[in-house]
């Protein structure tokens, strides 16, 4: 069979050919950056094809099919983060693998096409990350597009006849999100695909190019790809594997909040590789903005582009290069300025400042009885004195606690004897209130402020009705040594009217249910219980 | 060994690793992104009142997970009150190919249009290539409220 195979389509002796392919001596280490690029393409086509085993795009699919992958399904978050991350490191070996390039002057005679094939596919991989960044229809993803196609629009003469081609209409919407989709599923792999083959082929054909020697390419020694440089591109890929494995396990890509058009607070930022331009565009205002929005960078790739043509210096050795050093020095040092002043100038979150009210995922999410019921408590005890943020001359509570943590109920009643303050305080209003203070001397007293107002009620009463002597959240409650109701925590399927009714009387919806009916709450109360449990739940 | 064969190990054994650290999460994955469903339990889908005939088609609505969507979707089933009283019901597909069959009154016969499969109506096979009985659903009978679980195989 093998034979069969290899004797109609030669599968071994073309790999083997591929894996002889003579090289310099001396090729070393700066040369594994194109098979890295080579491994990480290939393994966004691998986790790109996963994600979109899940994704549906729409956008009343889009998100939710995000979240769901994110949350519900295992290794769904590490994938798409290996997704995410996986498209940053392939910018950062683009930057090098284009530096070293222009370092070794291999654009020349005669490699200009391999060049090319390189400039078509950055551009490729550009697209990618353009198109890509729409897909998650998070605030983030659809505000920032709206930016993109409004610099498009800038383009003199068609630009707004290309946003709108883009749009497919004039409002981003679902055709947008449908063209985003199939060019960056469809059309990019395609081209991509094409590109590094013709990118590789030119590669064979003409060959790398020997680090500088005073011999000249022709009298240089050549020893095959296999195993030798092979070795080194391994070892590289694995390092730069185990790196975004790590990176994508520790940093999860980002889920913003469902994309709302309507929103008008929400500042859109490019992801950080974009950042220099959205920089650049800061300084052109009025009618100049089209020299950062179209000017420069058509400037910059069509130099880029003519490079082979225009470079005449017969030398390859740097210090006989002293004008393409300093272009190269200015444009890396221009783009490093304008990303870092761009990561300068965005407003950094402060402690306890409110982040613009956002559901967090539900893992992330306070869930305790205690502590989400202590909001309530904090509110109704606490506010009326302290605040979370400062507030003139008084110290926010966050700095408050952190110097001087209340020890429990004999401290709370001298506290508020001593500021004249007529108020009680039962156990469980204690414990709530230790529970609370302890996440807002911690480090993201914002995440409070995420919580529903419905919520925290429920919570407070659910922790001082004794619910949590059976029910078990998020490792709180469930003490009672004979009865072990679910756990609240896991995901239930049901409508609030159906945990009204529940609560009510489970036997009428769960018949064969241990739960005994709680007749006696009002009607205010079943409700906010069942909010609570819809916040645990979706 | 030589130099070259060592170099030769080294890559052989760097590709594994990258190959390995992958396999278990997308096998998860991929596992985990097909196991939807209902949710394991008992849906009504009528009152013993409503059944009319011996042989009824009885529509409900079931919520299920699907993917990322929670959703209703319409079903229905077959169902048969026997003489004596007692309810079965049969889940609506022939066990040969899975086509959707129907209930002739005149030859009281559940008969399958794909490829002439019969059955009786306690779900016993008369003729064709079904390989086994009707399946039906596992029953819960409240005072009026019949409600069905798992499909049980016969």
């Known amino acids: 069979m093998w034979k069969w195979l290899e004797s109609r389509i030669r599968l071994q002796s073309t790999w083997r050919h591929f894996l002889e392919e003579r090289l310099p001596e001396r090729t070393g280490w700066p040369h594994v950056f194109g098979s890295i690029l080579l491994a990480l393409i290939g393994l966004q086509f691998l986790t790109g094809l996963l994600l979109s085993f899940v994704y549906s795009a729409s956008p009343p699919g889009a998100y939710p099919s995000v979240r769901y992958l994110m949350e519900q399904l295992p290794g769904g978050a590490w994938l798409r983060s290996l997704h995410y991350w996986g498209a940053s490191f392939i910018i950062v070996f683009v930057g090098l693998h284009l530096i070293r390039t222009f370092l070794y002057a291999a654009y020349r005679r005669p490699r200009e096409l391999t060049w090319i094939a390189g400039l078509l596919l950055l551009l490729c991989i550009l697209a990618f990350g353009q198109t890509g960044y729409l897909l998650p229809w998070d605030q983030r993803s659809y505000w920032g597009t709206a930016v993109t196609l409004r610099i498009i629009e800038t383009v003199p003469m068609l630009g707004p006849k290309i946003a709108s081609l883009i749009r497919g209409g004039a409002s981003l919407g679902a055709l947008a999100l449908s063209r985003f989709y199939a060019i960056h599923v469809v059309a990019l792999p395609m081209i991509t695909t094409l590109l590094v083959i013709a990118h590789l082929a030119l590669l064979r054909r003409y060959g790398i190019t020997a680090p500088w020697s005073r011999t000249g390419e022709e009298g240089i020694r050549k020893i095959p790809f296999y195993p030798y440089q092979m070795t080194r591109d391994s070892i590289g890929i694995l390092i730069v594997f185990l790196m975004l494995f790590w990176l994508a396990g520790q940093l999860y890509a980002p889920l913003d909040a469902p994309a709302d058009p309507t929103d008008t607070t929400f500042v859109p930022r490019p992801d950080w590789y974009f950042l220099f331009l959205f920089q650049l565009l800061r300084y052109f205002e009025g009618k100049w903005e089209i020299i950062g929005t179209f000017v420069l960078p058509s400037i910059a790739i069509l130099a880029l582009f003519l490079l082979p043509f225009m470079d005449r210096n017969p030398r390859r050795e740097l210090r006989y290069r002293p004008v393409a050093m300093l272009i190269l020095l200015v444009s890396v040092s221009a783009w490093g300025w304008l990303t870092y002043s761009a990561v300068d100038e965005m407003p950094k979150p402060r402690a306890g400042q409110r982040p613009p009210g956002i559901l967090p995922p539900r893992a992330e999410r306070i869930k305790r009885p205690s502590e989400v019921g202590g909001l309530y408590v904090l509110k109704q005890k606490c506010f009326s004195c302290h605040s979370m943020t400062e507030m003139g001359s008084r110290l926010n509570l966050q700095t408050l606690v952190r110097n001087r943590f209340p020890t429990g109920a004999t401290w709370f009643e001298r506290h508020f004897q001593e500021n004249g303050i007529q108020t009680t305080l039962g156990d469980r209003e204690v414990e709530e209130l230790m529970s609370v203070l302890r996440l807002v001397a911690g480090n993201r007293p914002d995440l409070l402020y995420t919580i529903p107002p419905k919520a925290r009620f429920g919570a407070h009463f659910f922790y001082n009705s004794s619910c949590g002597s059976c029910h078990k959240i998020d490792g709180q409650g469930g003490e009672h040594p004979r009865v072990t109701a679910p756990d609240l925590t896991l995901r239930l399927l049901r409508s609030k009217e159906w945990h009204i009714k529940h609560i009510h009387d489970a036997q009428s919806v769960v018949p064969k249910s241990k739960m005994p009916p709680f007749f006696h709450y009002e009607g205010f109360e079943y409700d906010a219980l069942a909010e609570y449990i819809l916040y645990l739940h979706t | ?154």
């Open chain 2, 1 to 154: 060994m030589d130099r070259r064969k060592v170099l030769a190990r080294i890559v052989q054994f760097v590709s594994a690793a990258i190959g390995a650290l992958f396999v278990l999460p997308v096998i998860a994955f991929i596992r985990g992104s097909s196991s939807a469903g209902r949710d394991d339990g008992f849906d009504p889908i009528a009152k013993i009142g409503d059944l009319g005939e011996e042989v009824t088609r009885v529509s409900f609505a079931r919520l299920i997970r699907d993917g990322w969507m929670v959703r209703t979707i319409q079903e229905y089933v077959w169902v048969r009150k026997k003489p004596d009283g007692a309810i079965v019901v049969f889940e609506p597909h022939c066990t040969h190919l899975g086509c959707a069959y129907s209930w002739n009154q005149t030859n009281q016969h559940f008969e399958c249009p794909c490829h002439g499969g019969k059955f009786d109506k306690d779900g016993n096979r008369l003729a064709g290539p079904p390989p086994r009985p009707l399946d039906r659903y596992e029953l819960k009978m409240e005072g009026n409220q019949i409600s069905i679980g798992k499909i049980l195989k016969a």
